[in-house]
């Protein structure tokens, strides 16, 4: 087992600054597949366990108190965060969440232990392209958690600075090069900037027919490989096609080379059945081995923690590809056997939506938001039911405010709810309110609710968590002015 500190993410930053030793700062939730897939496949192993004897190490559940407050402190967004800093608190390398083999992760994590420079240091240089850049900083360069990153190269900045870095990487380095290319490629696609296009297609194409386009290094854009595809080949329908059959065929071949994982092998099917609608040929036989791994991973895998990091993607894959009665059953399985079946009820809500059973789709809303364990985590379901409440029950405003009501009163004084992901729900149903109470005439109701929420804030002794509740209870009168 790894030695967690047995106190507060503070108890660590002070054990970590007497020691004099680096800090690895754990944020996670037990029903997050990724979460499971990491502890199982990383943290569980032997040698990344020995690894983190070098350091300090503390660990935070989204539900524990605080926790929202400390994620909001270290900037950690996404389930799971895993970051090293240094005995100062400076952030010297944030790992990926998942994608990676084992081995690398001992690797980065050894690396960013021994560090000396901080990250936003270690970026200045390099995008400078002063080129006194040694293995270690080519390595965290290349394998930070860049989709985790919002401060460096944050926004449109992102493009420019995954460019610089790509550039001061020696030619020696091609693993992290293409690595950083794939990067490159997925800021470009996601900020939409028309003037890469051209070279991020070359820069694609030549990394995609690289020995390093492995799974690892290409996992992120298989992930998003839609938006990838969409930006790359824009309006040409005829590269479209072309581009996603050669991405296809290198994604089938990683499928027989590597080694990879039931969650692996899954996201690698899963990409491999959008590109083949793209592509529009020979499908089925891709469709049928998509299928048959969706059900093993349902019919083979026992573990909880297997099962939840795996269940999910079988069922969107069954969704995929069209077998609908089975990724029905599969969604069901998931929910009747897991530890955590909240989570599950989501994805299980959106195919019904998408089947066209709003009615069941709301239903398990509702069970995903009262049958969630912790505070954090339901106040961020119950922002998405109640954006589907508010939809399908527009009119029924006794329901709304007594749904909103409940959520809101089981928060009272609990200390720092509104930092972090919390905030982030709570801005997204302030917004949601705010623009029903003017559809429907709900004046009274909202304000009933906003004068709940600025009440529910006064009560938190944590001052940034208590203003940012009184603020969001503002604009919700606002909204209605």
Known sequence: MIDW???SVADAQREAQERNAPLLFLWTANWCPPCNDLRRRVLEDETFRAATGQGVAVRLEADMPLAQFWAERLRAHGYPTLIVFDPSGKELLRLPPSGLPVHRYTELLTTAFRSQRPLSELTSVASAWRLDLNADDVRRLAFHSWGQELVLGAGPQRVGLMRRLRAAIPVEYA???VRLDFWYVL???????????????RQFAQSLESEHASFANQYECLVDCRAVLDYLAREDCDLHVQLARRWRGNVERLLVAERLGTTE?????????QLASVSGTERDALHESARAAALAADRELTDPSDRQSALNMAGYLLWEIGTYSEADALFRSAIERSAAPAYFMQPYARFLRERGDLEGAL?????ATHESAGPATRLTVFSKYLSALIELRG?????????TTIQLEALRETEGMFCGRCHDALKHMVAILG?????????ATVRRIAALLKSVSLSDPIAVSREAGVAAAARL?????
């Open 187 to 201: 800021s470009c696609a996601r900020s939409g900037e028309n003037s890469e296009q051209a070279f991020a297609l």
């Open 395 to 403: 009119r029924r405003a006794s329901v709304i405010e007594q749904e």
């Open 175 to 177: 693993d992290e090069s």
């Open 5 to 7: 500190v047995q106190g």
């Open 435 to 443: 623009a029903w109470g003017v559809q429907h005439d709900q004046h």
């Open 265 to 273: 092998r899954l996201i690698a099917l899963f990409a491999a059945v």
């Open 363 to 367: 239903t398990w809303l509702a069970r």
């Open 477 to 481: 009168l606002d909204s209605i002015h």
